[in-house]
């Protein structure tokens, strides 16, 4: 689990934090489904209403792609939020398209995969968020299944938690990010979405993100 670009990573941040893909709020934390208490709430799909904005995040993942995975025959987003990035992706490199459900459809041929299955295609999966990574690798499990090449995946933001790094180590799955927390961190204090304390509260959310309390 890798960042790919520096410059890349922090102007990401600074675009999410804009256009307020990324929340920060931890005098009044969110709750995840897991239970977490979380200061930071990031929805990249809003990134798609904002045209400068989805342009620099689709060609810095094309940038990644070519440079790590430059033998790709198709693009397969996870979804929901990573069928649109993957379809902008999949259109500007000229690709075959395809996406993963997070369960079979309900009725007709009961899919997992939408699109053409090619067994022995080599793909790059896209996502937009990573945390543990669970979901995502389960539709990396769910495409290999099918027959797919797993190159690797890409992704718009990731949490940077120790426990996805082991699962994509774990997995032997490549994972590449276009920015991530710690790459946000700085962005945030430069541009005063948060001052020296609420930092101090954000790394240590960081570190210990399921007995992270809140702010106080």
């Not at 893909?21 to 990249?44: M, V």
């Not at 033998?71 to 993963?100: C, M, R």
């Not at 990731?158 to 426990?163: A, K, N, P």
């Not at 590449?176 to 790394?203: G, K, R």
Request: a negative charge.
């Amino acid at each position: 689990m890798e960042v790919f670009d520096n410059q890349i990573a922090a102007q990401v941040a600074a675009k999410l934090l804009k256009i307020e893909a990324i929340r920060l709020q931890p005098e009044k934390p969110f709750t995840w489904a897991s239970g977490w208490k979380s200061p930071i709430y990031c929805d990249n799909r809003l990134a798609l209403s904002y045209p400068e904005v989805r342009t620099y995040i689709k060609e810095g993942l094309i940038k990644a792609i070519k440079e790590n995975f430059g033998d790709v025959e198709a693009i397969a987003g996870v979804a929901t939020a990573g069928i649109p990035q993957g379809a902008l992706l999949a259109d500007s490199l000229d690709l075959p398209f395809l996406y993963v459900r997070s369960k079979p459809k309900g009725h007709g041929m009961e899919n997992m995969i939408e699109g053409k299955v090619t067994k022995g295609q080599k793909v790059v999966v896209v996502e937009d968020l990573v945390s543990t990574g669970g979901s995502s690798l389960k539709a990396v499990q769910d495409l290999k299944n099918a027959g797919f090449e797993i190159l690797g995946m890409v992704a718009i933001f990731t949490y940077g938690f120790e426990i996805a790094k082991n699962n994509f180590e774990e997995a032997n799955v490549k994972l590449i990010c276009l920015s991530d927390y710690a790459s946000m961190l700085p962005q945030a204090l430069a541009n005063d979405y948060i001052d020296d304390e609420t930092l101090a509260s954000l790394v240590e959310w960081r570190k210990s993100p399921e007995t992270w309390q809140g702010y106080r």
